[in-house]
T-cell receptor, first 115, second 113 residues
Framework: KAGVTQTPRYLIKTRGQQVTLSCSPISGHRSVSWYQQTPGQGLQFLFE???????NKGNFPGRFSGRQFSNSRSEMNVSTLELGDSALYLC??????????????FGPGTRLTVL | QQQVKQSPQSLIVQKGGISIINCAYENTAFDYFPWYQQFPGKGPALLIAIRPDVSEKKEGRFTISFNKSAKQFSLHIMDSQPGDSATYFCAASTRSNTGKLIFGQGTTLQVKP
């Protein structure tokens, strides 16, 4: 089975711009979660999508948004970029069935640098 | 109440030694506790996970010990190898929110040959 894929792997943007990141989950997985990883704040949960609906949301401003398509692929958008948005953005997929064996599998991440 | 606290921040161990990383949580609703291993330039990879109905789980050289009353859990790496040098994260979630992992701050492990 192919793992979680994220595109692009690296991105450089300037302040005020917007960016869209993409995530393709493991085949058969319907849950996609997004995390932001920074040296100072560690790994922080952004949001989770399940069957095209946002099921959970972290404590990030409204500039961070996402969506999920019918094939479970997900995109994350950040508008009006700030320097502090520079981070590794990780996507994780899971079956999403809240079962005892449900596990999140992470992609390699997208490294976003805001200049 | 959502926090997971991890210690130490960094750890240096000799090859063949035991590496021990500790985590503590406050939210008693947490019922799933995974550990992830992350190498530079890679995403976190699931190492081992435990649920609070057991006090210990072992997979190869990796063991999770769980103390429900103290709200603490730890990762033990036996016979540590240089290839184990990585950053380790503990995490927690609830069964109703398996898609939302709360992570500890991470521990950078260096195993010296």
């Amino acid at each position: 089975k192919a793992g979680v894929t994220q595109t692009p792997r690296y991105l450089i943007k300037t302040r005020g711009q917007q960016v869209t990141l993409s995530c393709s989950p493991i085949s058969g997985h319907r849950s996609v979660s997004w995390y932001q990883q920074t040296p100072g704040q560690g790994l922080q949960f952004l949001f989770e999508y399940f069957s095209e609906t946002q099921r959970n949301k972290g404590n990030f401003p409204g500039r961070f948004s996402g969506r999920q398509f019918s094939n479970s692929r997900s995109e994350m958008n950040v508008s009006t970029l700030e320097l502090g948005d520079s981070a590794l953005y990780l996507c994780a997929s899971a079956s999403g069935e809240h079962s005892l064996t449900d596990t999140q599998y992470f992609g390699p991440g997208t490294r976003l640098t805001v200049l | 109440q959502q926090q997971v606290k991890q210690s130490p921040q960094s750890l240096i161990v000799q090859k063949g030694g035991i590496s021990i990383i500790n985590c503590a949580y406050e939210n008693t609703a947490f019922d799933y506790f995974p550990w992830y291993q992350q190498f530079p330039g890679k995403g976190p990879a699931l190492l081992i996970a435990i649920r609070p109905d057991v006090s210990e789980k072992k997979e190869g050289r990796f063991t999770i010990s769980f103390n429900k009353s103290a709200k603490q859990f730890s990762l033990h790496i036996m016979d540590s190898q240089p290839g184990d040098s990585a950053t380790y994260f503990c995490a927690a979630s609830t069964r109703s929110n398996t898609g939302k992992l709360i992570f500890g701050q991470g521990t950078t492990l260096q195993v010296k040959p």
